[in-house]
């Protein structure tokens, strides 16, 4: 690998991301907003308090406060007071919320047009790229749920081990803040 490539791949990486935030605006949302709402609407029910989408966008959770208060004065997330304690709250992204986040954006369709085999190694180098970045910074990965190592199947959703809590099946293709990828076997 020449020495400056490391330097011409994060910046292609930041010229997609630009691109893509560019793209982002969707109503009357900004990029920042559209970011929050798309992570709620992909987040399973333990991950959505403001501190958690704070630290899944890397933004300051006064920002991410002041975003989130803004989408829902204007209809598009719903907020929930955590019923054991009063000062604990969460978000769920209201049906106004999930017609936008529905629609794919423009990077989507031109990684859809990629073969299997290249789309899955792009996928797995960036997996690497992220992972290394958040073990330097002590972040959180924030997995998809049924690849985690606390995640049992059991019927149709599963259960998670971690919280001993059930699992709807739709829950397991959702975002967790608790992720921890699956530990090695050992033969």
Request: aromatic residues 0%; positive net charge; proline residues 0%.
């Given at each position: 690998m020449a020495n400056d490539s490391p330097a011409q791949i994060r910046s292609l990486i930041d010229r997609l991301a630009r691109l893509d935030a560019a793209e982002a605006w969707l109503g009357d949302l900004n990029p920042a907003q559209v970011a929050a709402l798309s992570y709620l609407s992909r987040a399973n029910r333990f991950s959505r308090s403001p501190s958690?989408?704070?630290d899944y966008l890397g933004?300051?959770?006064g920002t991410?406060?002041?975003?989130?208060?803004?989408?829902?004065r204007k209809g598009y997330l719903v907020e929930q007071r955590s019923l054991s304690d009063r000062r604990s709250i969460s978000y769920s992204v209201s049906r106004e919320g999930q017609a936008?986040?529905?629609d794919e954006a423009p990077i989507e369709a031109v990684l859809r047009c990629l073969d299997g085999a290249q789309a899955a190694a792009i996928?797995?180098?960036?997996?690497?790229?992220?992972q290394a970045l958040l073990d330097k910074r002590g972040g959180r990965a924030f997995g998809v749920c049924r690849t985690c190592r606390y995640h049992q199947k059991r019927g149709a959703g599963g259960f998670c081990t971690l919280l001993s809590e059930p699992l709807k099946e739709e829950e397991t293709t959702q975002i967790c803040f608790e992720h921890k990828a699956p530990q090695p076997a050992h033969n």
């Open positions: 958690q989408v704070a933004a300051t959770r991410t406060s002041q975003t989130l208060k803004v989408l829902q936008l986040v529905g996928e797995h180098t960036l997996r690497e790229i992220l």
